[in-house]
């Protein structure tokens, strides 16, 4: 009866501390996806500005280079979003826990004839604890070789940061140069002498400042698709604060990664989680 | 001369300057005058400058395009780092299911054994059919 006790005593003691609390690092690592999401519409833009830039020019751009940019930057973005969602699986509990199958076992033990209720209780928390021993191990193995590779997905997001976003931004300046001098020709060509870089579309276009109707009308649809633009390159801070911010998750993460329960690795993952979230509904809203 | 990323990034450069500076003079071009030989001449100067504006802006992006792959290409080692341990990760997930799948064979054996017991020392129908409904289980869960 005593080593019946003590096999269930011990269980119980073993099965508690199984129940590792992850939910920061979980919570952060959704995050991670949805920006990972976020930053595919980032890197449709190589392609998407190429196509709108060929609007307004003559000769057009096959956009081929731009085609492989946007299919390399979605591949990558694919490979990172699989990582941040095996990281969010590594830690979500249900996914290391046979709770549910424990329950079926209890009961089919409890059908065993001649079998006290305390018996049942140890036998069924004996099965308990070599599944949980066993899921537990796995757990903390899978996370910590997951975190293992946490500098290559920083390097990865570096080059993001430091290479797209400066491109991005040369090839976003040339389609507005290609815009403001398609606009401008066509409002020269109607008589009206108007610099439109002299306009400030955020205060609105006011039919006082065109000579004529044409011009008028010209400066508003430029405004329209200046403004559009000019959304998207301030977009552009968001998208490299959430690489930024991305980048500090993983490092605390790792840092974190002999005790990812410690209060104060919650608290830095709970705030990046927040961050991440801001940044990625204004990346989402611009793109 | 090796190609840097350095130099793509200049001629990148150089290419969407020039682009600016003909923007500039488009712009200094001023109204289209209403004299016909005027006129002609202003519209070869504004197409040949956004002709110009147009070419130099294709090559920029086209240059920063090349860039961004090439920066990308040297990312392929951790890249490839990165996806060999997700799909570990993926398999050692995979295997919490499969104890699941044991835990759950385990309690089917149990219950089939507990059936036989029962069926043996208290004969009926109900019990039969009880037998016969373990083993079923029993047979399913071991099948899959």
């Known amino acids: 009866m005593i080593s019946w006790r003590i096999v269930s005593a011990l269980s119980l003691i073993l099965l508690n501390s199984a129940c590792t609390n992850l939910q920061a690092v979980n919570t952060t690592s ?39 940019a946007t299919q390399h930057l979605e591949d990558a973005n694919k490979i990172l979003s699989a990582y941040f969602t095996a990281l969010q699986q590594v830690s979500n509990g249900s996914n290391f826990t046979v709770d549910a199958k424990l329950t079926n076992l209890s009961k089919s033990v409890a059908a065993i004839p001649k079998l006290n209720s305390a018996q049942v209780q140890a036998v069924s928390g004996l099965g308990s604890f070599l599944a949980n021993m066993a899921t537990k191990a796995q757990e903390e193995r899978t996370i910590k070789n997951l975190i293992l590779a946490v500098p290559q997905a920083e390097d990865m997001m570096d080059v993001m940061n430091d290479v797209v976003v400066k491109e991005l931004i040369r090839v976003y300046k040339d389609e507005a140069t290609n815009t403001l001098a398609t606009f401008n020709s066509y409002i020269l060509q109607s008589g009206a002498n108007i610099d439109l870089t002299k306009l400030d579309c955020k205060m609105g276009v006011s039919s006082k400042s065109f000579v004529n109707g044409t011009a008028y009308l010209l400066g508003q649809a430029y405004c329209a698709k200046n403004t559009a633009l000019f959304t998207k ?38 705030a990046q989680a927040t961050s991440l979230k801001t940044d990625i509904d204004a990346i989402n809203k611009a793109f | 001369m090796t190609i840097t990323s350095e130099n793509l990034d200049s001629a990148a450069d150089l290419c969407s300057n020039a682009a600016d500076a003909a923007l500039t003079k488009l712009i200094e071009l001023g109204a289209r005058p209403a004299d016909a030989n005027a006129a002609a001449t202003w519209d070869a100067q504004d197409s040949l400058l956004k002709n110009k504006i ?19 290409d040297q990312q392929w080692p951790n890249l490839n780092t990165l996806s060999a341990v997700t799909a570990s990760a993926q398999v050692d997930i995979q295997k919490i299911a499969d104890i699941n799948q044991a835990m759950a064979t385990l309690a089917s054996i149990i219950n089939f054994g507990v059936s036989v017991i029962t069926m043996a020392t208290q004969p009926s129908v109900a019990n039969s059919e009880s037998l016969a409904t373990s083993f079923k289980n029993m047979a399913g869960i071991l099948q899959n």
């Open chain 1, 30 to 68: 959704g995050q991670l996806v949805a920006a990972a999401s976020s930053w595919n519409s980032v890197a449709d833009e190589m392609e998407a500005s190429c196509i709108r830039r060929n609007l307004v020019s003559d000769p057009a751009s096959d956009c081929s280079n731009e085609k492989v």
């Open chain 1, 233 to 270: 390159i301030s977009a552009l801070n968001n998208y490299s604060n959430s690489l930024t911010t991305a980048k500090a998750a993983l490092k605390s993460i790792e840092s974190g990664k002999d005790d990812l329960t410690a209060q104060a690795i919650i608290q830095q993952l709970i």
């Open chain 2, 54 to 72: 147009s070419t130099l802006n294709n090559l920029s992006s086209s240059i920063s395009a090349q860039i961004v792959s090439n920066a990308l």
